[in-house]
């Protein structure tokens, strides 16, 4: 299984700086980059904030940006806002089974 | 709009059965792939099937396989989860998920809770 490894589990953020969140996986993802975020609010269901490393999904703010290539991968924020508080997950669908990062809290100081 | 909504879950012993279902609506049911993803407590998502758009083929996550079986009712636009054998650790909320043509997961229900205890 390819196993999806997410830096930092938490981080806190003062609201208008910047935040990063890497993505590594166990094996090369280059094939058709099938790499996505979601992030998880309190209380809600998850929902898809990009694909394909760095497509935004419809309706997410341009502050989000995704990158990378290879096994490392990274979203951005630009300028963090309180609605983002939330956990984030990186996954894989190169290959079955589908797997999910460990989830990166983030929290708004 | 594209809605999803899942029914199915409760308490039920190791051991034990329960069949999911997730009712979609919105869509062109048969055209897409529909996954099920699920969330122990306090823990983060974990992939548990997919079955494909236009009759594709079935996956399963290794801690499922072999117990539980996805399917879908297209005349009923519905998805299944049957879950046998049901462990303690797949106490969970179960999410309906669907794929785009993509193959990101676009649209997610609200989930429906599985306990298995004695």
């Known amino acids: 299984d390819i196993v999806m490894t997410q830096t930092p589990l938490s981080l806190s953020v003062t609201p208008g700086e910047p935040a990063s969140i890497s993505c590594r996986s166990s094996r090369r993802l280059d094939e058709v980059i099938s790499l996505d975020w979601y992030v998880q609010k309190p209380g809600q269901s998850p929902h898809v904030l990009l694909y394909r490393v760095s497509n935004l999904a419809s309706g997410v703010p341009d502050r989000f940006s995704g990158s990378g290539s290879g096994t490392d991968f990274t979203l951005k924020i630009s300028r963090v806002e309180a609605e983002d508080v939330g956990i984030y997950y990186c996954?894989?669908?190169?290959?079955?089974?589908?797997?999910f990062g460990q989830g990166t809290r983030l929290e708004i100081k | 709009e594209v809605q999803l909504l899942e029914s199915g879950g409760g308490l039920v012993q190791p051991g034990g059965s329960l069949r999911l279902s997730c009712e979609a609506s919105?869509?062109?049911?048969?055209?897409?792939?529909m996954t099920w993803v699920r969330q122990a407590p306090g823990k983060g998502l974990e992939w548990v099937s997919l079955i494909g758009g236009g009759g594709g083929g079935t996956y399963y996550a290794g801690s499922v396989k072999g117990r539980f079986t996805i399917s879908r009712d297209i005349s009923k636009n519905t998805l299944y989860l049957q879950m046998n054998s049901l462990r303690a650790e797949d106490t969970a909320a179960y999410y309906c998920?669907?794929?785009?043509?993509?193959?990101?997961?676009?649209?997610w229900g609200k989930g429906t809770t599985v306990t298995v205890s004695s």
């Open positions: 996954m894989q669908r190169v290959e079955f089974p589908l797997t």
């Open positions: 998920v669907k794929r785009t043509l993509e193959s990101y997961m676009d649209v």
């Open positions: 919105g869509f062109t049911f048969d055209r897409y792939d």
